[in-house]
């Protein structure tokens, strides 16, 4: 059967948060780059997006059983932001 081309977009943890060429532990894959980067914002810091360009393809003949086979990769399109902290209100 032949694959179906796209892109998607892996959220990986960086091992060194100042480190972007670090190690990644993949937390999950996206269709859409809005998704990615939100799931990025939301477990940062240390957390990045990066592009996959490649195909599904199916394994007999369902369809569910599918693999992704990678043709490139664009890393660090995307860094996650630093969560805000308010400060404490002090009252004198």
């Known amino acids: 059967m032949r694959g179906k081309r796209e ?37 940062a810091p240390g957390s990045c997006v990066d592009a996959e360009g490649g195909t599904y393809s199916s394994d007999g003949t369902h369809a569910r059983y599918t693999q992704w086979q990678a043709d ?5 399109i995307y860094q996650g932001r630093e969560r805000r902290r308010h400060a404490p209100e002090i009252y004198d």
Do not use: M, Q, T
């Open 7 to 43: 892109v998607r977009y892996v959220v990986s943890r960086l091992e060194d948060p100042d480190d972007p060429e670090s190690g990644r532990h993949p937390i999950g894959c996206y269709p859409y780059f809005d998704l990615a980067k939100r799931e990025a914002d939301r477990v």
């Open 72 to 76: 490139w990769i664009n890393l660090n």
